[in-house]
């Protein structure tokens, strides 16, 4: 419902603030819903609310919560062929759940 109440203040004018944001994010993260937490920051992410610190380390202990750190974290290393950032992780993570969910296509241009 909080979330539903944001996204309307929005529509009529009214952004709401990273602090409010990271506290949506910690009480959804702890009742849970994990899902509604990515739901959430990828809303902060397409409004341009940048993620802080606290953000990130709430959304790496949801992917903790959800079982994938390391999942995302093994695959970054493959990539990047090192550890990558805490935020680094997690917008990756964004990325690639969005895409999972079919949400956005890769076009590959040769």
Known sequence: IAFDVCRYLEEHGFSSSLISFNTLIHVVQKSDQVPLVWKIYEHMIQNRTYPNEVTIRTMISALCK?????????????????????????????????????????????
Not at 75 to 91: A, M, T, W, Y
């Open 66 to 110: 959800e079982g994938h750190l390391q999942k995302y974290v093994d695959i970054l290393d493959q990539i990047h062929g090192k550890r990558c950032s805490p935020s680094v992780i997690v917008n990756t993570s964004l990325i690639l759940k969005i895409l999972e969910e079919g949400r956005m296509k890769i076009v590959w241009y040769y």
